[in-house]
């Protein structure tokens, strides 16, 4: 797990309008990138990754339908994350009724090659507009978070430079500096659903936080990173032994929209 790369980039976006945009933009972008990433690479009239014989070669699978990506016969590769995360912030200016949207990028492993083509889809989808009103956004930078330089603006053809990444070690050895920690806080931003066993949970213990972000990262560096095992079984031990302070945590049920299953689809 070490090598596996990972990068992190914010986008910053224009618009002259204001309207009001969904409270968790994440599920609208995702969809509507997904949609434009399909128009760009799909070659296929039917659109069925289930039928396609080129899915194991395309930047559309690799990215979006990942299941169908690594799958190896006529079923969908189940329990395959997508090699990304979108970190969506509406910042609205009152006073000129102008608003801006940064947007952070996470990128895992290999997929950091796709970079170009992930930025040129998400131009297209600003252009053509974001939530209910189709506002339009213009892409203008391009920020690497890790060097903290600037990697592409909007007179620029393509990017000056490949963003930093860093590994899994680079982040224990960030951990090693900061010496005994003996209290921490995690301040949920964006609604959250963990699974435990099998089921929802209700209750958010450190332990379960923890097994859950080594279950993902573990199956990050399976698909897009170099697929090596590390024996993490210590670790996850201890972190039973972490008890949890006060919670304040509520059940919300939310619903959004899927263009690709065409219906709502509850998210609680």
Not at 247 to 265: A, F, G, V
Request: hydrophobic fraction near 35%; charge should be positive.
């Amino acid at each position: 797990m070490n090598s596996m790369r990972i990068c992190r980039l914010e986008l910053l976006f224009s618009s002259e309008e204001n309207h009001k945009l969904a409270p968790f933009l994440g599920s609208t972008i995702r969809g509507a990138f997904g949609n434009v990433l399909k128009d760009l690479h799909c070659v296929k009239e039917h659109g069925r990754c289930s039928a396609c014989e080129t899915r194991n070669q395309c930047a559309y699978t690799y990215i979006f339908e990942s299941g169908w990506y690594f799958a190896t016969g006529e079923r969908i590769q189940s329990g395959v994350p997508q090699p990304y995360v979108f970190e969506p912030q509406v910042i609205r200016n009152p006073e000129s009724g102008k608003s801006q949207l940064k947007l952070g990028l996470i990128l895992f492993g290999n997929s950091i090659e796709h970079l170009p083509s992930i930025l040129e889809c998400l131009i297209i989808l600003g252009l053509k507009g974001i939530g209910k009103y189709r506002i339009p956004y213009i892409l203008k930078e391009v920020k690497d978070i890790f060097s903290g330089q600037t990697i592409w603006s909007g007179d620029m053809v393509k990017l000056i430079s490949s963003p930093y990444s860093k590994t899994w070690q680079d982040y224990q050895e960030q951990a090693s500096q900061l010496g005994t920690v003996n209290r921490c806080q995690i301040h949920i931003i964006t609604p959250l659903r963990v699974k435990s066993e099998g089921h929802l949970s209700n209750e958010l213990k450190f332990s379960t936080i923890f097994k859950a972000i080594v279950r993902r990262w573990s199956l990050l560096n399976k698909y897009y990173g170099s697929g090596e095992k590390e024996d993490l079984t210590e670790l996850v031990n201890q972190s039973s032994k972490i008890p949890s302070g006060t919670l304040n945590l509520r059940w919300r049920e939310m619903e959004r929209y899927s263009r690709r299953q065409d219906q709502r689809m509850l998210l609680g």
